[in-house]
Every structure is written in C-alpha cells, then in structure tokens.
C-alpha cells in the first residue's frame, strides 16, 4: 500500500501516539485523539494506520499500551502482528 504520508508528519503523528496513548482508555479513545490531528476526512484511515504502525515500530510502548495501539489498528480495518517478547 502506499504510504499517504510524508516521513516527517508520519513521524510527527506516531510522537503524538506515545504522547497521549498512557492517557488513553482505549482504541475509540486513541482514534478519537488522531483524527483531531488529522482533520481530513479523504484516506484518514491509511494516513492513521501509517501513523499507528510508525508508532508501534519505533517507539517504545508497554504491553497494554501496545495492545491499545493493536486494536486501533484492527478498527481501521487493517492488521497488525505484534511481535511479542519471548
């Protein structure tokens, strides 16, 4: 898929998800607080999975945050592995 964003603001989104994700209930919550960020209404929800997938790669989350992240995912229609600690 291609990427809807430019590697600058993609990373900018994925700073925003660990800025707000510990004040964050859940996946609703967590969407919610992006789609304030990114008020377009036209492909949001690649621009969002682009967004939550930089975040989980690159940032350091725990497990329920990460979990978080993963059903947020979900709820845009996409898929998402976590890869989990062995």
């Not at 304030?36 to 930089?54: G, H, I, M």
Request: hydrophobic share 45%.
């Amino acid at each position: 898929m291609p990427q809807p964003l430019e590697a600058k603001v993609a990373d900018s989104y994925a700073q925003h998800v660990k800025d707000v994700i510990s004040g964050t209930a859940d996946e609703a919550a967590l969407i919610t607080s992006l789609t304030t960020v990114d008020e377009l209404s036209s492909n949001q929800n690649a621009r969002l999975y682009q967004s939550l997938k930089l975040a989980i790669q690159s940032r350091a989350f725990t497990q329920p945050e990460a979990t978080i992240i993963k059903a947020a995912i979900e709820s845009l229609g996409f898929a998402f592995e976590l890869d989990e600690p062995v």
